[in-house]
């Protein structure tokens, strides 16, 4: 599976952004979608992820983005878009996506090392 991020940017803090997450064909009726962070320094984040081709709405998102960050997806175009509000200089990393196809995908966890494929990310950036 391919995955291609976009839509990462230099912005101010406060403000918005679109991430944009385009994979191909996963292959089996359902699959989890995850946004992770790395900044700098610091481990790989979970930050959002979401269950395409569940019975029911499925998604995850840390507790440092409830609320202004959400994941939503066009199944028709294979794509899984992240809208990031309020941003904060705290959200500065590289963004990636990643599937999990394989075992038992679910939004109840978000461990990077469940997830089988990933993109190659994309910066953002908040400044003060």
């Known amino acids: 599976v391919h995955l291609v991020e976009s839509g990462g940017g230099l912005v101010q803090t406060g403000t918005s952004l679109t991430l944009s997450c385009t994979f191909s064909?996963?292959?089996?009726?359902?699959?989890?979608i995850g946004w992770f962070r790395q900044a700098p320094g610091k481990e790989r984040e979970g930050v959002a992820s979401?269950?395409?081709?569940?019975?029911?709405?499925?998604?995850y998102y840390t507790a440092s983005v409830k609320g202004r960050f959400t994941i939503f997806s066009d199944n028709a175009k294979n794509t899984v878009f992240l809208r990031m509000t309020s941003l904060k200089p705290e959200d500065t990393a590289v963004y990636y996506c990643?599937?999990?196809?394989?075992?038992?995908?679910?939004?109840?966890?978000?461990?990077?090392?469940?997830?089988?494929?990933w993109g190659q990310g994309t910066q953002v950036t908040v400044s003060d």
């Open positions: 979401i269950c395409i081709g569940c019975r029911y709405d499925s998604t």
């Open positions: 064909e996963v292959g089996f009726d359902d699959y989890v």
């Open positions: 990643a599937v999990w196809y394989r075992g038992l995908p679910t939004t109840e966890t978000i461990n990077p090392a469940s997830y089988d494929y």
